[in-house]
Each structure stands twice: as C-alpha cells, then as structure tokens.
C-alpha cells in the first residue's frame, strides 16, 4: 500500500499533483489541471457541469510509446468556480483496477492497463 502524507496547510487525504490527463464527457475535453487518488481539477467546464452533479466520463492518460490509455470513471461534482474557471470532481467508487491504474501513474510508474 502506497501512503500519501498530507501536507500541514491541505486538509485532504491524497495529495494533488499537476497532470497531463484529459477528462472526456459528453463529446468535450477538459484539461486535467491537478490529480490525486481522491479526484481531480479539470480547467473549464463551468458551463457544463453543476455542484453536486453525478456522472461517468473517460480519463485517458498517455503511456510512453504507447496509445493513451483511457480508463472510465464515475465522478461527482464538488465545486464550479466560474471566477477561476474550474470544476472540482471527486472520484465515485474507483474500482480495484483504475484506483491500481491511477496510483501507478501518480506515482510516476508504468500506466498500462496490464500488470
């Protein structure tokens, strides 16, 4: 098990970490501007999504001399911010394999589907 401190000045579980991801919903891509095992940040979007909103969208991530590598997952909305820009997204029930996948990548290993 991979343990994430939490930093003094944040009160969340999972640490955040600048990503290069892409969150796909509804034929839209947002940029993914902060990641951790709890959620994500995506830039943009404001005037598609809505606090408290429950939905399910691909996540892709690139893999090094590969094709990105898209994972599906069900996320909740927990902030708009209009004036930055920004939703805000919890992740909903990650399951054993894209929590595997996601932690992988966050941790700077290997993001492939296998092993």
Known sequence: MTVIRM????KRRDRRQSSNLVLI???NEFDVLDCSLGGLAISNGTYI???EQELT????M???DQEALEIEVAVKVIRVDKEL???ALQFDKLSNE???ILE???THRTASSRG
């Open 57 to 60: 969208a691909q996540l892709c």
């Open 62 to 64: 690139p893999v090094k």
């Open 85 to 87: 820009n920004q939703v």
């Open 25 to 27: 919903f509804d034929d």
């Open 104 to 106: 992988k990548y966050l």
């Open 7 to 10: 930093r003094n000045k944040e």
């Open 49 to 51: 999504f809505i606090e």
């Open 98 to 100: 894209n929590f595997r």
